[in-house]
């Protein structure tokens, strides 16, 4: 499995949560999504994009079920950072 991990601020990693956008080739079907309870799915073109606010131990956690189901990892980008959000 190949990824590509991207971050808009490499510090940003370790503190708080922080939105992921998580690219898979293909398209999921609901009984493989609800292992992603924390996360939204879109379909775009051939790959499902998931996106979710985690925390570093969630996203593993993600990226750990993601192998587990054999899923052709594509690209992990952090979209924002919420640290200093009132409210998150």
């Not at 609901?30 to 775009?44: G, S």
């Not at 998931?50 to 690209?75: K, M, Q």
């Amino acid at each position: 499995m190949r990824a590509r991990l991207m971050a808009l601020d490499p510090g940003a990693m370790d503190q708080g949560s922080v939105l992921y956008a998580i690219r898979i080739n293909g398209h999921l079907g609901d009984m493989v999504l609800c292992a992603f309870p924390e996360m939204t799915a879109q379909h775009r073109g051939q790959v499902t994009v998931l996106t979710g606010i985690l925390d570093r131990s969630a996203l593993y956690g993600v990226l750990a079920e993601l192998e587990a189901l054999g899923l052709d990892l594509v690209e992990v980008r952090q979209l924002e950072s919420h640290r200093g959000r009132p409210g998150i």
